[in-house]
């Protein structure tokens, strides 16, 4: 793989698709609840998230080596540090644009299961997404990146994947409660990356939770997201749907024990235990979305036939 292509993938961060997928999964799940889901819509969703997620993340990066910022709010106001005219430069502009195009072109088939409603939340989408990325002081690279983050995989994935699938219905608890469950894992998704590239960040100047705020703060964050959470599958409302109790509150337990043990290790140096932390934060966020998925579906006597529906 020569340097190009690897500072492409790179930049579009595969592993972040997870929490895409996830936001989307976390949508069908309040989408069962509310009476079913739909296979094609369902997938072209999915696609459009992540396509959005990649278009996103290679702009950011791009961003990045055009104004050669390190990631730095200063760096991108020195505007004698600007590398326009770089190869490498040039292409990741030209892959992110391909990219949004494709987003685009995905998003357009969601017009005719939600129309103009739809079109609101692309523009809602794309205002966020200049301000975290492009704008006079872009979020993500300030303490407050956290909130968009919540913002875009919690209620904006979450409530967009449930009226694709089904515009009139007026049960919105499900999509609620979902949107917290996704929203607040991403958030620690998010905590946990920005503490493995801490010294890279700090080295940088870049202003992150963790970099402003402290460890001691930050890991609190984090474990206030997982308790809040595992309360939530063990008081297991009416929108949460076990086939059995034991499984939200065993679902739970476990998510706030490995959360504990996170708490635990961010008592650390950040370079000896922050792979560990991203590795147990993307397990939590994995097992969680998918089993909430798995148990919901399976809980509905006629959830095969709601899935195999094409149109």
């Given at each position: ?173 499900p999509v609620i409660v979902y949107s917290f469950i ?130």
């Amino acid at each position: 793989m020569n340097s190009i292509t690897k500072t492409i993938v790179y930049n579009a961060h595969p592993a972040s698709l997870i929490i895409s997928a996830g936001a989307v999964m976390g949508g069908l799940t309040a989408s069962v609840i509310r009476g079913g889901i739909t296979l094609f819509p369902a997938i072209m969703t999915l696609i459009f998230a992540l396509f959005l997620q990649i278009s996103a993340n290679l702009y950011h990066g791009y961003v990045d080596l055009y104004y050669g910022a390190g990631e730095n709010i200063s760096g991108m106001n020195d505007r004698s540090s600007r590398s326009a005219n770089s190869s490498k430069v040039l292409l990741m502009k030209i892959v992110a644009n391909g990219f949004g195009i494709l987003t685009i072109t995905a998003g357009l088939s969601l017009f005719a299961f939600i129309g103009w409603i739809g079109v609101g939340y692309f523009f809602l989408i794309l205002v966020l997404l200049y301000f975290y990325f492009a704008g006079p002081r872009p979020a993500v690279r300030t303490k407050w990146s956290q909130i968009f983050t919540f913002l875009f995989f919690g209620p904006i994935a979450v409530s967009g994947t449930a009226l694709i699938q089904n515009l009139h219905s007026h049960m919105w608890l499900p999509v609620i409660v979902y949107s917290f469950i996704i929203g607040l894992l991403a958030v620690n998704a998010h905590i946990a990356v920005q503490y493995l590239r801490y010294e890279e960040d700090l080295m940088n100047g870049k202003e992150t939770l963790v970099t402003s705020k402290g460890g001691h703060f930050t890991r609190i964050v984090y474990l206030a997201n997982a308790a809040f959470v595992t309360a939530i599958l063990i008081i297991r409302p009416t929108a949460v749907d076990f086939v059995t109790p034991w499984i939200g509150i065993i679902i739970g337990v476990c998510l706030l024990a490995s959360s504990i043990w996170v708490f635990n290790m961010m008592h650390r140096d950040p370079t000896a235990v922050s792979s560990r932390i991203r590795t147990v934060t993307m397990w939590q966020y994995i097992v969680v979305t998918l089993t909430l998925l798995g148990i919901v579906l399976y809980s509905m006597d006629d959830f095969k036939l709601n899935v195999i529906q094409l149109v």
